[in-house]
């Protein structure tokens, strides 16, 4: 009988320790704690610092850590300061244009950082290029016939500023479309998408900011973050006496006016 007890145990105790064995060395089918309370962004997002929230275009950072970005974005808003341009007709042209353009880049989906596109591509005088580009946006003939606009027989919707930014649109969405980033897609505008297509695949390189372009489209998107910088933040680089449609008047003088 006390044989049998002994036997009886020693199989229970077996048991146990396996049992045991076999609880420890199986993966557990609920997910541990600590992965459900760690925030996602805190596993797949990086920290923004101050700078890349400071300078972005159509909210594509620039990685101003990046020694040459630095270099290369501060050389451009110091060329459009006003100690350099000692003019406000910058200001003036986007109160004019910008009211007008605002709404159609909306319309078509496309970020309202492209309303700068007119300001670096016309500059401080408005007219035709020695290539045949004309009107704030600076469209060829060709380009502008295929989106729509009439050019010829004493007809030039390139002047048009509702019709040349309708245009503008398809064409920069279309940019988009096949870039897929917003400043690959200004860079494109600038010196075409054959070209800009042809140095990624050279340089096997996808980023704007660690491409090398031509003296023109590499310095393009600067250009673009250092107008919108100046038109936002006037009073930082030195233009005082501004105006601007973004700052509504007091009702007391709109009365006064009327």
Known sequence: MTKKHLITCSVIL??????RLNIYSTDPVFTPKIIINTPSNY??????NDAEVAY????????????RVDFKLKKSISKHGYKTVQSNVLHAKADKMFPIIEPILKAYGIPEDFKYVPLVESGLCEGTSPKGARGVWQFMPGTARTYGLKVGKGKDDRLNLRKSTIAACK??????GEFNSWTLAAAAYNNGSIKL??????????????????????SYVYKLVAMKEIIN???KYGYKNFYSYMQKPMPFLVAHNN
């Open 14 to 19: 077996v048991l146990v320790i396996i049992s």
């Open 171 to 176: 064409y920069i969405k279309e940019l988009y």
């Open 197 to 218: 297509e042809r140095a990624m695949n050279k340089q096997n390189e996808d980023n704007y900011f660690r491409m090398t372009l031509n003296r023109e489209t590499g």
């Open 233 to 235: 933040k006037p009073a």
């Open 43 to 48: 596993i797949f997002n990086h920290t923004v």
């Open 56 to 67: 972005n275009f159509a909210n594509e950072a620039l990685p101003v850590n990046d020694k």
